[in-house]
């Protein structure tokens, strides 16, 4: 499980562990834009924020649901959930993380994303820390 903020490097390392391993790559981006046939950023746009959280949660919850080994990279979003931080700790958690700077880069570099500007970033960082460490086996700096 690779958790952590928009852009901190969930889908990219991912792609490198699943690789490595030789296990299926589970990222929510994809698995939403799959299944909704609109990525979160025009889901966000369309339905609201509240909706796009709702279809991340669930999304996360089919995830984990599923057989077999696979490298999963669930929505930021996701860790304010009780249930879901609950389902967190039974599993091997890494919280990825990077400076705002790096991520707010990051994330106008793909248009798949809902736009968030840096002060809204911090924000959210600050709130959703300790929801993060309290699940993660294991912190990396990407």
């Known amino acids: ?55 991340e949660r669930d999304t996360c919850a089919a995830m984990l649901d599923r057989d077999g080994p696979a490298v999963v990279c669930p929505a930021a979003s996701v860790i304010e959930d009780p249930g879901v931080r609950a389902r967190l700790v039974a599993t091997t958690t890494v919280r990825l993380t990077a400076p705002v700077e790096v991520r707010a880069r990051r994330l106008t570099e793909q248009d798949h994303r809902r736009r968030i500007d840096q002060a809204d970033l911090n924000a959210l960082a600050d709130r959703r820390r300790h929801l993060y460490e309290s699940v993660a086996d294991l912190m990396i700096d990407t």
Do not use: C, N, P, Q
């Open 1 to 55: 499980m690779l958790i952590g903020e928009m852009g901190s490097g969930k889908t990219t390392l991912g792609r490198a562990l699943a690789e490595a391993f030789g296990v299926a790559l589970l990222d929510s981006d994809a698995v939403i834009e799959s299944t909704h046939g609109r990525t979160g950023g025009e889901i966000a746009a369309r339905d609201g924020v509240a909706a796009l959280h709702r279809i």
